[in-house]
């Protein structure tokens, strides 16, 4: 139950890319497979179309989640700013004098 609950906590993306890479990593381990068995030139055009393909889904993730992160730290800060702003306005109106 706890590990079923932990997953569903994954974006979907991250489920996905999770997914992926397991996926990888047989199929890497599959070309070892064929290697060792002679078929060393399969093996190689295997395991560098398999690399290129873990390698660009995994920058493309990465650059995703920098920009995601980036862009909602933005927003906390636009609105800590707006905040004090706020809080810096009603400060001064509660201590007019001429209310």
Known sequence: MK???KFDMFTYTKKWTTIILVFCIIWICASYVLAAHGAKDIAETLGMK???LTKAIF???????????????KCDYRMF??????????NAEDENPLR
Do not use: L, P
Request: charged share 40%; proline share 0%.
């Open 3 to 5: 590990k079923k609950m």
């Open 50 to 52: 398999v690399i290129d």
């Open 59 to 73: 920058c493309t993730y990465i650059i995703r989640a920098f920009f995601d992160t980036y862009s909602e730290k």
């Open 81 to 90: 700013r707006e905040c004090i702003k706020h809080e810096e306005i009603k």
